[in-house]
């Protein structure tokens, strides 16, 4: 299979990197519009185009990590040569433009999917296979300043790997029964949500001096730490004993640290397409969940008055 990337920034340039690193993926085409980045891909054995139109005569699939206000435009012209595509998070700038892309997948045999990270991170599959029914539910993720993106919200930028999470995969969320109130500005921001009996926090930030990417649950029989960096889980059953020592209160709990399988989720991201694309099956994230995310954003959005 031939494989090409287009927008060689940080994260196109990872996706050079696996890429080339898979058995499968016989070649890897790259181009940028700023060619001294595209030629920093032969490091990795890249064969660089002069044109996005070379590229696509190239090659069966694409990842797009040009920046989110060109995600239309490009999607469409790969999409309309019939190529597959895995389009870097959030699917589109705008929810008018996702929609957009959405439509233009209609009745087409394209494989299409959008890059929501952390959907493969090993810890989260572990939850999934833990939790029952969540009461609460917490999830930060701050970052240090960064110039890397200019053309997101806090809440694309960061917060949309939460939302996806927590709409696609620990509550069900079809039937629209959910209350969302949030507080924030373009680099600081906090959701809470309420899904009928159970609470959800989320908090993100571009101004810390720590990089913070947790979760926490508290169920009723038991409560999890889990850490996206490190890919760490730890589950606190309730305690077996109570007492008071010295006029002090104290508990006995039992501490669990589940065993992951570490791995780099841009490597299974990547593996999990190219399977797709091979097998004709649908990608791990579609684009009406991207788009489902990115309306959430969108409304979250909408109560700050940020854009």
Same mark, same amino acid.
């Given at each position: 299979?031939?494989?090409?990337?287009?927008?060689?920034?940080?994260?196109?340039?990872?996706?050079?990197?696996?890429?080339?690193? !898979?058995?499968?993926?016989?070649?890897?085409?790259?181009?940028?519009?700023?060619?001294?980045?595209?030629?920093?891909?032969?490091?990795?054995?890249?064969?660089?185009?002069?044109? +996005?139109?070379?590229?696509?005569?190239?090659?069966? &699939?694409?990842?797009?990590?040009?920046?989110? %206000?060109?995600?239309?435009?490009?999607?469409?012209?790969?999409?309309?040569?019939?190529?597959?595509?895995?389009? %870097?998070?959030?699917?589109?700038?705008?929810?008018?433009?996702?929609?957009? +892309?959405?439509?233009?997948?209609?009745?087409?045999?394209?494989?299409?999917?959008? @890059?929501?990270? %952390?959907?493969?991170?090993?810890?989260?599959?572990?939850?999934?296979?833990?939790?029952?029914?969540?009461?609460?539910?917490?999830?930060?993720?701050?970052?240090?300043?960064?110039?890397?993106?200019?053309?997101?919200?806090?809440?694309?930028?960061?917060?949309?790997?939460?939302?996806?999470?927590?709409?696609?995969?620990? *509550?069900?969320?079809?039937?629209?029964?959910?209350?969302?109130?949030? &507080?924030?500005?373009?680099?600081?921001?906090?959701?809470?949500?309420? !899904?009928? /009996?159970?609470?959800? /926090?989320?908090? &993100?930030?571009?101004?810390? /001096?720590?990089?913070?990417?947790?979760?926490?649950?508290?169920?009723?029989? !038991?409560?999890?730490? @889990?850490? !996206?960096?490190? =890919?760490?889980?730890?589950?606190?059953?309730?305690? @077996?004993?109570?007492?008071? %020592?010295?006029?002090?209160?104290? =508990?006995?709990?039992?501490?669990?640290?589940?065993?992951?399988?570490?791995?780099?989720?841009?490597?299974?991201?990547?593996?999990?397409?190219?399977?797709?694309?091979?097998?004709? @099956?649908? *990608?791990?994230?579609?684009?009406? =969940?991207?788009?489902?995310?990115?309306?959430?954003?969108?409304?979250?959005?909408?109560?700050?008055?940020?854009?």
């Amino acid at each position: 299979m031939k494989v090409g990337v287009i927008g060689t920034g940080t994260m196109g340039k990872n996706h050079v990197r696996v890429y080339s690193e !898979f058995k499968a993926v016989e070649e890897v085409y790259a181009f940028d519009m700023n060619r001294d980045s595209a030629d920093r891909m032969k490091e990795f054995g890249a064969i660089v185009c002069d044109s +996005i139109e070379e590229l696509l005569n190239s090659v069966d &699939a694409v990842s797009l990590c040009v920046p989110t %206000e060109y995600h239309l435009e490009i999607a469409r012209k790969v999409i309309e040569k019939d190529i597959h595509c895995l389009i %870097e998070k959030p699917i589109a700038l705008t929810v008018e433009e996702g929609e957009e +892309i959405v439509k233009l997948l209609e009745n087409r045999d394209v494989i299409a999917g959008v @890059g929501h990270i %952390e959907r493969f991170n090993p810890i989260i599959s572990e939850i999934e296979r833990i939790i029952k029914k969540p009461l609460y539910v917490e999830i930060k993720r701050h970052n240090p300043a960064s110039t890397r993106i200019t053309d997101s919200t806090i809440v694309e930028d960061l917060m949309i790997h939460d939302i996806d999470i927590i709409f696609n995969l620990l *509550f069900d969320s079809d039937d629209g029964a959910y209350e969302i109130y949030s &507080a924030g500005n373009n680099d600081l921001c906090t959701a809470l949500i309420k !899904f009928d /009996s159970s609470i959800v /926090s989320l908090s &993100a930030s571009r101004k810390a /001096s720590k990089k913070i990417r947790s979760v926490y649950i508290e169920e009723e029989e !038991f409560t999890i730490e @889990g850490d !996206f960096m490190n =890919q760490e889980i730890y589950v606190y059953r309730k305690p @077996g004993k109570y007492g008071i %020592e010295n006029e002090r209160y104290t =508990q006995e709990n039992i501490i669990e640290k589940v065993l992951v399988n570490k791995v780099e989720p841009l490597k299974e991201e990547l593996k999990s397409f190219i399977r797709s694309v091979e097998k004709g @099956g649908e *990608f791990t994230i579609t684009p009406l =969940q991207a788009l489902n995310n990115l309306k959430i954003c969108e409304e979250i959005g909408r109560l700050n008055g940020i854009s």
